[in-house]
Nanobody, 124 residues
């Protein structure tokens, strides 16, 4: 059974850090591009970061550049999103998603598999 499971969310104060994990089962993550998305209440789901499957190239939206880092550990079949210097506007449910294509897109419609999400709440 193909499954993605996120973990690592929580309640933190401004300026603090979290590390989100996206663990895969039923398939090998390094054949997939992996994206992290987030959805705040009343807002559309937005792409945050992507890691390409072939060369590990990474991409970020402007609002998180320099603060977030996506990386993978193929031995653990897990992709991580390191969140540093968190701000209240980062509060959202964070999802990881996978697509077995050589792309680096933040369009959620192009992803095949999704996790259940993990809540990140940042207080000021």
């Amino acid at each position: 059974q193909v499954q993605l499971v996120e973990s690592g969310g929580g309640l933190v104060q401004s300026g603090e850090s979290l590390r989100l994990s996206c663990a895969a089962s039923g398939f090998t993550l390094d054949y997939y591009a992996i994206g992290w998305f987030r959805q705040a209440p009343g807002k559309a789901r937005e792409g945050v970061s992507v890691i390409r499957r072939s060369d590990g190239s990474t991409y970020y939206i402007d609002s998180v550049k320099g603060r977030f880092r996506i990386f993978r550990d193929n031995a653990k079949n897990t992709v991580y999103l390191q969140l540093n210097n968190l701000q209240p506007e980062d509060t959202a449910v964070y999802y990881c998603a996978a697509v077995k294509r050589e792309i680096a897109t933040m369009d959620p419609r192009l992803y095949d598999y999704w996790g259940q999400g993990t809540q990140v709440t940042v207080s000021s």
